[in-house]
C-alpha cells in the first residue's frame, strides 16, 4: 500500500509537471505574439510616419521650385529692360545649382506699333539667335510665316536658359490655339501663376513628363500706379521625378511607391517614373 500511494504521488507530479510546461509554452507563445504584433504595428507606425514626412518634403520641393520660377519672373519685371545675360545672371542668382533637364524661358508680350524697336533692342545681344532676331509664327506644319498678333499683341519667346538649339524657337510668337497658348493667354488675362497638369515628353524640348510653372511678369503702370501691365510671362518645365530624386534618399527608393495626381486625373508613378 505504501508503494502503491508513492506511485501515485509520483504520477501526478509529472501530470502536474507537464501541464505547468504546457501552461508555460502556451503563455510565451501568446506573449511572444503579442510581441510580434506590437512590433510590426510599431514598424507599420514608422513608416507611415516615414511616408507622410517623405510627402510632405516632395511637396516642398515642388512649391520651392514654383517659388524660384517667380523670383526670376518679379527680377525680369524690375528691370524696364532685360537683355539675355541679365536674364541668365537673375537664373544663376535664384538657381545655385541649376536642376538637370529644367528649362526658364521669358515670353513678352510686344505691342506691334513697338515691334521693330522690341527686335532692335533684341538683336543687341550676342549670338547669332540675336542678330538675326525676327517675330515669326511657327505651325503645326513647321512652317515659318509672318506673325499674327492677337489684341494688338505678339507673344514672343525672346530668352531661354539653357541655351537651344533651335532657330525657331527664339522669336516665335504663340498663337493662342497652340498648347503653350492655350496655358499662357489665361494667366496673362487673370495676371495670376498657374502650374499645369502633366504633360508628356516633347521632341526637343523635354524628354520625360514634367510639368510647366507659368508665372506673369507684372509691371507698374506709370500712368496708374495701383494698376499693373503684363509684360509677359516666365514658363519653366519641370521634370517630374525630379520632386522625388531632389528629396529622397536612395535607400528610400526601395522601401516606398509614390503616386501623384493632377486635376486631370492622370497619375504618376515612381520609382517607375510612368503616367497614365
Known amino acids: 500500500m505504501p ?3 508513492k506511485n501515485t504521488v509520483s504520477n501526478k507530479s509529472i501530470y502536474y509537471s507537464i501541464l505547468v510546461l504546457l501552461i508555460g509554452i502556451l503563455c510565451s507563445s501568446n506573449i511572444y ?16 510616419q ?5 510627402a510632405k518634403d516632395i511637396e516642398t520641393e515642388f512649391r520651392r521650385s514654383f517659388f524660384q520660377v517667380s523670383a526670376v519672373a518679379n527680377l525680369f519685371a524690375s528691370s524696364t529692360w ?11 542668382r ?6 538637370e533637364g529644367r528649362r526658364l524661358t521669358s515670353i513678352q508680350r510686344v505691342p506691334v506699333d513697338n515691334a521693330n524697336e522690341f527686335i532692335a533692342k533684341i538683336r543687341e545681344n550676342p549670338g547669332t539667335e540675336y542678330s538675326h532676331f525676327s517675330i515669326f509664327n511657327f505651325t503645326s506644319t513647321d512652317q515659318v510665316i509672318a506673325p499674327q498678333a492677337i489684341d494688338g499683341l505678339y507673344s514672343v519667346i525672346s530668352y531661354t536658359y539653357p541655351e537651344i538649339k533651335n532657330l525657331n524657337f527664339i522669336g516665335k510668337n504663340i498663337s493662342a490655339d497652340s498648347t503653350i497658348g492655350s496655358l499662357i493667354y489665361p494667366v496673362m ?8 497638369n502633366f504633360s508628356r515628353p ?8 514634367f510639368v510647366l ?15 499693373q501691365n503684363v509684360a509677359g510671362v516666365i514658363v519653366s518645365n519641370q521634370r517630374i521625378h525630379s520632386l522625388f530624386s531632389n528629396t529622397l534618399l536612395n535607400d528610400e527608393v526601395e522601401k516606398f511607391k509614390y503616386v501623384i495626381s493632377d486635376q486631370q486625373n492622370t497619375h504618376y508613378y515612381y520609382p517607375e517614373k510612368i503616367d497614365h
Open 202 to 209: 516633347v521632341k526637343v524640348i523635354q524628354d520625360e513628363p
Open 50 to 54: 516615414h511616408a507622410a514626412t517623405n
Open 94 to 99: 535664384v538657381f545655385p545649382d541649376f536642376p
Open 82 to 92: 532685360v537683355t539675355n545675360a541679365e536674364f541668365v545672371a537673375f537664373i544663376n
Open 189 to 196: 488675362a487673370s495676371e495670376y501663376p498657374i502650374v499645369s
Open 213 to 227: 510653372h507659368i508665372y506673369p511678369i507684372l509691371t507698374t503702370n506709370p500712368q496708374n500706379l495701383v494698376a
Open 33 to 48: 505574439r503579442t510581441a510580434l504584433s506590437n512590433e510590426k504595428a510599431d514598424t507599420v507606425n514608422k513608416l507611415q
Open 3 to 5: 508503494t502503491k500511494s
